[in-house]
C-alpha cells in the first residue's frame, strides 16, 4: 500500500479536521513520499530518538500521536530539535504525520482502547462530539470492582512507573462505573461527574485537581500520560497490520519524559 492510499484510509477513519482548533493534526513534514510504499514506524511522540531508530529501520513514515509542532515556530536553528527533526526527514526522506485530538475520539482511539483494557460494557463518551464518537469514554465493570482490585488490575494492564489516586478511606470500596481518558485528562472532571462514574482514570493531574474529585466523590487514578497513551499507538500498529503494509513497527524509543526515583 502506498503511503498516500494509507492516509486516505486513515482519514476516513479519523478526519483531522476533527481536531480541536489548538492542535495541529495531519502531516507535520511530507518529503515527497506519497507514492512509496509503506515503512511504518508508530510512535507516541516524535523525537530524534524515534527518527533515528526510523532511520535505521528504513522506514519512509513516522506516525505519531503528538504533534511535532504544536504552533508556529518563529525560526529554524541548527542544533534545536524540531529543526534537526525536519532536517533528517528531508536528509532521509521520512514523512512524518499526527493524528491527536481526531484519533482520540474514535473508536479504538486512545480512550476507546482503555475502556478495552479495563473491560468496561456498555461503554460511551464521557463528552459525545459527532455520530457516538467523542472525548474519553465511560461504562460499568462487569463483574464489580473493589477500589483495591481496580487499582491492582490498572497497574498490571498499563504497568505505570507510578500510580496515584484520591484520598479513600475504604480500598474496599465497590467501584461499578468507570471513566477513562488518556492523555491530560483533568479538564474533564466536571464532565465526568455528570456521567455518574465512582472513578475516573487519566493522567496529568494537579493537586488541587485531586482536592477536586475528593470533594466531588470521584476518585481520580492518575496513571500517567505514556501509560494510558501508548496502549492506542499498540493497537494502531495491529490497524496497519491488517491493511498489509510493506513493514509497519511500534517504536521501542518512544520515551516517558518522566522518571521516578527509587530509595
Known sequence: MKIAD???WFEAWANPTWCESWDNCGWQVEPGVLQESARVL???TPTLAVMEEAIALNANLIFAHHPLIFSPPKSFR?????TEMVRLAFTHNIGIYTAHTNFDQVADGTADVLAQILELKDVAPIVPTQNGLGYGRVGLLAPFLTLQELLTVIQTRLTPPDLIFSPSVDLQKTISKVAVLGGSGASFISAVVKTGAQ??????CKFHQFQESRDRHLILIDAGHYATERPACDRLVQKFQSLNLDWVQLSTKDEDFRQFFQS
Do not use: N, R, S
Not at 541548527?78 to 524540531?82: D, L, M
Open 199 to 204: 472513578a475516573y482514570l487519566t493522567a496529568d
Open 78 to 82: 541548527t542544533g534545536e530539535p524540531i
Open 42 to 44: 508508530v510512535c507516541l
Open 6 to 8: 494509507l492516509i486516505t
